[in-house]
């Protein structure tokens, strides 16, 4: 009985990732010649009422969240059919006017190019696979630099330091219920951080 949670937790989580998977190439094809019509933004809206799941947690929540915005005053108008292209975009890492390419990726990561408050006496979780070393050594490289490594991401900490070896499909790893958990705490408001792990050591190098 004591498993039967987490089993259901792990099936849950299954589901999840083959929703968002399935999320990722809708967008992908209605993203691709660059256009953006009523007909496409109702059949998104369809599915995401259809798989609720996948509202649960970013990228469907912010998905769910903008075509809501769109659709609220049944009219949409050329700024919020601009706007709502340009968020899919983003959304799938891809802008196929431009590049003549669909990148394979699940959804981009919005990366703070600089921090918004001081490294120095920061909480900081890290994910991911590290260029610089191993975990134990970039949280060394933390201390040092006076930040505080916690394990988990929650409220209290101010950034979540990605490593650069990093897979496109990250929203499938062990490492991106970490960045997912990130995502989702910008969407409630809490101002947490995301930087590349080149950008973060960038930082504590001018520190």
């Given at each position: 009985?004591?498993?039967?949670?987490?089993i259901q937790s792990?099936?849950?989580?299954?589901?999840?990732?083959?929703?968002?998977?399935?999320?990722?190439?809708?967008?992908?094809?209605?993203?691709?010649?660059?256009?953006?019509?009523?007909?496409?933004?109702?059949?998104?809206?369809t599915w995401i009422?259809?798989?609720?799941?996948?509202?649960?947690?970013?990228?469907?929540?912010?998905?769910?969240?903008?075509?809501?915005?769109?659709?609220?005053?049944?009219?949409?108008?050329?700024?919020?059919?601009?706007?709502?292209?340009?968020?899919?975009?983003?959304?799938?890492?891809?802008?196929?006017?431009?590049?003549?390419?669909?990148?394979?990726?699940?959804?981009?990561?919005?990366?703070d190019e600089t921090?918004?408050?001081?490294?120095?006496?920061?909480?900081?979780?890290?994910?991911?696979?590290?260029?610089?070393?191993?975990?134990?050594?970039?949280?060394?490289?933390?201390?040092?630099?006076?930040?505080?490594?916690?394990?988990?991401?929650?409220?209290?900490?101010?950034?979540?330091?990605?490593?650069?070896?990093?897979?496109?499909?990250?929203?499938?790893?062990?490492?991106?219920?970490?960045?997912?958990?990130?995502?989702?705490?910008?969407?409630?408001?809490?101002?947490?951080?995301?930087?590349?792990?080149?950008?973060?050591?960038?930082?504590?190098?001018?520190?």
């Amino acid at each position: 009985m004591a498993q039967e949670p987490a089993i259901q937790s792990v099936l849950a989580h299954r589901q999840f990732v083959k929703s968002a998977q399935v999320l990722s190439g809708i967008i992908t094809g209605i993203v691709a010649d660059g256009q953006l019509h009523d007909m496409e933004i109702q059949m998104l809206s369809t599915w995401i009422s259809a798989n609720p799941e996948v509202a649960q947690s970013w990228p469907g929540s912010a998905v769910a969240r903008y075509l809501a915005e769109a659709m609220a005053d049944g009219v949409i108008t050329p700024e919020e059919r601009a706007h709502l292209l340009q968020t899919l975009q983003q959304l799938v890492g891809s802008d196929f006017a431009e590049s003549g390419a669909v990148e394979p990726e699940v959804a981009a990561l919005p990366f703070d190019e600089t921090a918004a408050t001081p490294l120095q006496n920061s909480r900081i979780c890290l994910t991911g696979e590290f260029v610089y070393g191993t975990r134990s050594a970039c949280e060394r490289l933390a201390e040092k630099a006076g930040c505080t490594p916690v394990a988990a991401v929650s409220k209290k900490v101010h950034y979540l330091i990605v490593g650069t070896n990093i897979s496109p499909q990250w929203v499938n790893t062990s490492y991106g219920t970490k960045i997912l958990r990130a995502m989702e705490l910008r969407e409630e408001g809490h101002q947490i951080g995301i930087l590349r792990e080149r950008d973060w050591l960038n930082l504590l190098q001018q520190s």
